[in-house]
């Protein structure tokens, strides 16, 4: 009996998720395109921000290399009459980081729709809000923006930059991001993030961003929620549901519950975790008043989907990033560029994974993130896939030794010129024994 393959992907490019038409439009938008012809027009630095976020160990030039290099047409075979380090940090310089911010905000989306597996919890959307910090260039600029943790002894190694996002669980995919010095706390800067709630979510969240402001911004979306609440939260217990939960009300302050003003209802689930260690109560506040849509027992199990960013968190930090790798921005508008280029290129991967995942019919959670990284390390380099409209006779170009004096009018697909290339891309097929859910005592 032969081994039954995986699923088949052919990869065009991670690219083909970032339109240049869009890209073009969000640049003139935001005052960035490029007023004259250049080397390293405001277009192709975009490519290679993201670029740069999938090969993060890899130099400035290096990157560019990789970006322009075509396999099948030696136009480009030395790089010293194209772009200088101190060309490259001009071009990014120009470009800002407002533009990529833009750019990511734009594109960077929910994927899943109603066919797509482990996505939904009923009607809603599965979606997790939670932050992180990143490690930054120790300079003077990035240590005054975006500051230094506390330590209990000297000072911290490096400044960092604390980042709150969104995640769509059901295809791992970051989005509505904001930054901001790493001594903002997370529920401030989630302010700036719940606006991205989509209206058909479930927002799971930890303890850390309840609050009342926070809520009732997050509720205006439209968006249902599942908070972690503290164990101390004064949360009166008003009538007990046929399901064990409770109704409740919240309140932006003591003198406000006193007499009773802008109360917002909600449901209040308490139950208990038993792990190796002894049990862990939980209390949880969810915007669903209604058991019969969404019962306790259901609304329990589902909010351990809530762990699910944090493995996102080390798809970015670690998988993408690399361990122990600190970003190479010497400047904060730098590091903004960068950190949403990582962000976008983290997306890249994910959507074609997605892609991959829709046309097998499983969920793209179960596919693996490395080895489609690493697929994408070996295939880029075939591809001119970062800036498929942009004819490679309008980029700086040095013709190989013995070609001909003039270059070809036309420009081959990048597609069609590396089919006879490219091998079908397999995608491991996931193992069917899947991990067993906790158990819960409601």
């Not at 862990?280 to 609304?299: N, W």
């Not at 069609?416 to 079908?424: F, G, I, L, M, N």
Request: glycine share 6%; aromatic share 8%; hydrophobic share 40%.
């Amino acid at each position: 009996m032969g081994v039954k393959r995986g699923p088949v992907v052919t990869l065009g490019a991670v690219m083909r998720f970032f339109p240049l038409e869009e890209i073009q439009r969000i640049l003139a938008a935001t005052g960035r395109q490029s007023q004259r012809i250049r080397k390293l027009p405001a277009e192709l630095m975009v490519y290679w921000t993201v670029a740069c976020g999938l090969f993060v160990s890899a130099g400035g030039r290096e990157v560019l290399r990789r970006v322009l290099k075509r396999k099948s047409a030696g136009w480009i075979d030395e790089l010293e009459d194209l772009a200088t380090d101190s060309a490259l940090s001009q071009a990014r310089t120009r470009l800002g980081s407002a533009a990529i911010e833009r750019i990511y905000s734009t594109i960077v989306r929910p994927l899943a729709t109603r066919a797509t597996p482990g996505a939904w919890f009923r009607r809603w959307r599965v979606v997790a809000i939670d932050a992180t910090t990143l490690d930054v260039a120790d300079s003077a600029a990035n240590a005054r923006v975006f500051r230094r943790p506390g330590v209990s002894f000297g000072n911290a190694a490096y400044p960092q930059v604390r980042l709150v996002s969104l995640l769509e669980n059901g295809t791992h995919v970051l989005f509505g991001a904001k930054i901001a010095s790493c001594r903002v706390h997370e529920a401030k800067l989630a302010r700036k993030v719940v606006d991205s709630l989509p209206k058909d979510a479930i927002c799971l969240a930890d303890r850390a961003f309840f609050g009342y402001p926070l809520w009732q911004q997050a509720r205006a979306t439209g968006a249902e929620l599942l908070w972690r609440v503290r164990s101390d939260a004064n949360l009166p217990k008003l009538k007990k549901l046929s399901d064990g939960s409770y109704l409740t009300t919240i309140y932006p302050s003591v003198k406000a519950r006193e007499r009773d003003l802008d109360g917002i209802p909600a449901r209040l689930i308490e139950f208990t975790i038993r792990t190796r260690q002894g049990k862990e109560q939980y209390r949880l506040l969810c915007s669903i008043m209604d058991c019969r849509k969404a019962p306790a027992i259901q609304l329990a199990h589902l909010y351990h989907r809530r762990w699910t960013i944090e493995t996102v968190f080390g798809e970015l930090k670690t998988t993408l990033r690399g361990s122990g790798i600190v970003l190479r921005g010497q400047t904060p508008d730098h590091v903004r560029q960068e950190i949403f280029g990582i962000l976008m290129a983290h997306f890249g991967v994910r959507a074609f994974m997605f892609d991959a995942a829709m046309a097998e019919g499983i969920e793209p959670t179960e596919l693996s993130f490395l080895h489609a990284l690493r697929v994408v390390h070996r295939y880029l380099p075939i591809y001119v896939s970062f800036s498929p409209s942009i004819r490679l006779v309008d980029l700086p170009q040095r013709m190989p030794r013995g070609s001909p004096a003039t270059p070809p009018t036309t420009t081959p697909s990048p597609l069609s010129s590396c089919a006879q290339e490219e091998d079908d891309l397999q995608l491991p097929r996931p193992q069917t024994h899947l991990p067993e859910a906790p158990h819960h005592a409601v």
